[in-house]
């Protein structure tokens, strides 16, 4: 994991037969203010999200999980798909006694969040989605493979170890079943039915997540706002997670 000088918090809690842990950093003044859980993408795990952790819970309380098969919680005996990682993130957010809660989602972790605010949305506050994927444009293997490439010329290296790390952890079952769910998913027809304010984030030389595609998702929520991180590729809260914290506080303290 990238460093952040910063020890978080682990944490393990059980939901059915499965445990899940999740990594957190609370404020000490923390009473009253909304969670922010941040969601992971297709094939890895909260590696990616924890600076963004560490940063951003100097002033919220912030939380990444570890969605089951992945990380360093339970490998199902089957591939997940999305409905079930949906389903799993919010009997975890049930199990950790949190209030509703802001949805951080980063690529596919936009389309779980989506899916939680949509059929559990007594567990949703808002919902903040950074590099939301998969649009129509890009809903085949060949499609989302050529924007990955032209996108990870940009990436931080130091996310190559992280990656390989997550793959292995996951299993080349659930991480190929992760990609599918995200291709299949139809988002687009989920977003005019989320209930909670949303702000989504691009980065200006996102290619897994385009300038059109990032203006469609904001237009279709009833409560959306766009913003754009000047430089970023897809992996904003890696590559600058310092950028993100203004823009979440500010999102939040106006919903």
């Known amino acids: 994991m990238r460093s952040t000088g910063i020890e978080l918090e ?6 059915g037969d499965w445990s899940v842990t999740a990594w957190r950093r609370v404020p000490p003044d923390a009473d009253g203010s ?6 992971h993408g297709a094939g890895v795990s909260s590696r990616e999200l924890r600076p963004l952790v560490a ?38 957010l049930a199990a950790e006694g949190l209030p509703p809660a802001c949805l951080a989602g980063c690529s596919f972790g936009c389309q779980v969040a989506v899916d939680v605010a949509v059929r559990h949305p007594e567990r949703v506050r808002s919902l903040v989605l950074i590099g939301p994927t998969v649009d129509p444009a890009a809903r085949s293997w060949p ?14 290296p130091r996310m190559m170890p992280l990656n390989a790390a997550d793959y292995r952890d996951a299993g080349l079952r659930q991480v190929l079943a992760g990609f599918e769910a995200a291709v299949r998913d139809r988002v687009e ?4 039915h989320v209930a909670v304010p949303t702000l989504v984030v691009r980065g200006e030389f996102d ?6 595609w990032a203006e469609e998702v904001t237009r279709k929520v009833p409560r959306g706002r766009l913003a754009v991180v000047p430089g970023a590729p897809h992996t904003v809260p890696f590559r600058d997670p310092a950028a993100l914290v203004p823009l979440i506080r500010g999102f939040l303290a106006d919903a």
């Open 34 to 39: 909304p969670p922010v859980v941040c969601v």
């Open 207 to 212: 290619r897994l997540a385009p300038q059109d």
């Open 10 to 15: 682990q944490r393990t809690a059980r939901i």
């Open 143 to 156: 499609r989302l493979i050529a924007r990955w490439l032209r996108n990870s010329r940009r990436e931080d």
């Open 55 to 92: 940063t951003l819970g100097e002033h919220l309380p912030a939380w990444t999980v570890d969605l089951p098969g992945f990380g360093q919680s339970t490998k199902p005996p089957y591939a997940l798909g999305l409905t079930e990682l949906a389903d799993a993130l919010a009997d975890w």
């Open 189 to 192: 027809d989920k977003l005019p």
